[in-house]
């Protein structure tokens, strides 16, 4: 059988056959529509903040970098840096607190709750796979923490903004969680910036508080010192070193309170400076984002893989043969004896 008469087969096989081919196709068309119809309707918001605490000393530019932790990081581990507002969204610590949070508007059930809940709605072929219920409150957050991974995504985009994506089947709870995690998200960066301003204050009071005494100390000393030697010959060095060395002291404590009282104004001032930071642009409101396996696109997956599989079962036979008929002449080729050319030798008068 040769390439020609392969072809004319193969045509001739595939035409009496194209009843079978056209069944196969749509028995594919029709499993991979089913796993499409099968698939979770995903709802997806999407939420942007922006940075409100620049100041005229501050340039927006700046303020950015410092909320995000765009800037230049510090070399030691106990110096200041700026906190990178990303991978405080995506913490643990955060998923976890918007995992308690009970949405009066749900049956003020927590999040962990409606979450575990949700994902038991949609199981079986191509869904999500089945939470057995948790035995306390502290493994349910633990889940919920691991689903919120899976569905919170957060970005910068090129102009700096913040974005924070939120995805799940139940379009009521997309929008709680979102806005649960703003919030949460802001709490707690303004938490950690005012633990440190705090930090800050309390030391100063407590260093002015100190010098106060010192400076109250040097005056009870003073006048003691002044009434003992009221009597006495002030030209004298026993009697006047003292008081001049006080009067030293005194001035070098003095000069000491006054800036531990600038600083605890500075500090109060920072203390009280640390209001909200971020605040939404694009609220995470309807409509959302969706996300579905296409039926149309799967159907025809479907149909090109049961036509090629179909086509390859059909026409199997045939070139299983002319397969067969090669190797055999192959074979036959290979295993018979080289000829061997003989060349006549002339014969030489002597």
């Known amino acids: ?33 089913y796993m499409a119809k099968q698939s979770v309707l995903l709802f997806t918001s999407k939420a ?25 990081a510090t070399k030691s581990f106990t ?27 749900m049956q003020n059930k927590t999040i962990s709750e409606l ?24 493994a349910q957050i633990n889940i ?11 970005k910068i985009n090129k102009n700096g903004i913040l974005e ?12 709680e969680v979102s806005y649960v995690y703003i919030e949460k998200l802001s709490d707690f960066y303004i938490d950690l910036k005012k633990k ?26 003073a006048i003691a010192l002044d009434e003992s030697t009221f009597f006495t010959n002030d030209e004298l060095k026993r009697y006047s070193l003292p008081k001049i060395n006080l009067a030293q002291d005194k001035a070098t404590v003095q000069s000491q309170y006054y800036y531990a009282v600038n600083n605890r104004e500075s500090a109060a001032y920072r203390l009280q400076k640390e209001t909200p930071i971020i605040e939404p642009l694009d609220r995470p409101e309807p409509p959302f984002d969706t996300l579905q396996k296409s039926t149309m696109m799967y159907v025809i997956i479907g149909l090109m893989l049961g036509s090629i599989i179909g086509i390859l079962l059909v026409s199997w036979k045939i070139i299983n043969k002319y397969l067969a008929e090669e ?17 006549p030798v002339e014969k030489t008068d002597l």
Request: overall charge positive; charged content about 20%; hydrophobic content about 45%.
């Open 196 to 221: 440190k301003a705090q930090i800050d204050y309390e030391f100063a009071v407590r260093k002015a508080d100190s010098l106060l005494l010192v400076l109250n100390a040097l005056d009870k000393k």
């Open 79 to 105: 110096g200041d840096a700026s906190i990178n507002i990303v991978e405080l969204a995506t913490s643990r610590r955060t998923r976890e607190a918007v995992a308690m949070v009970r949405i009066p508007s």
């Open 144 to 154: 919920a923490s691991n689903l919120l991974k899976g569905a919170f995504v957060a």
């Open 327 to 343: 190797l055999n002449r192959a074979i036959e080729k290979a295993s018979k004896p080289k000829e061997v050319d003989i060349v």
């Open 1 to 33: 059988m040769n390439s020609i008469e392969l072809i004319k087969q193969l045509l001739f096989r595939l035409k009496k056959y194209s009843w079978v081919i056209v069944i196969i196709a749509a028995l594919f068309g029709g499993f991979f529509y």
């Open 115 to 138: 979450m575990i809940s949700e994902n038991n709605k949609h199981v079986g072929f191509m869904q999500n796979e089945a939470i057995a219920a948790p035995r306390d409150s502290l």
């Open 48 to 72: 942007t903040v922006f940075p409100l605490n620049g100041t005229a000393e501050t340039s927006p530019g700046s303020t950015i970098s410092s909320l995000l932790g765009l800037g230049d």
């Open 164 to 175: 924070l994506f939120f995805t799940n089947s139940d379009p009521d709870l997309v929008r």
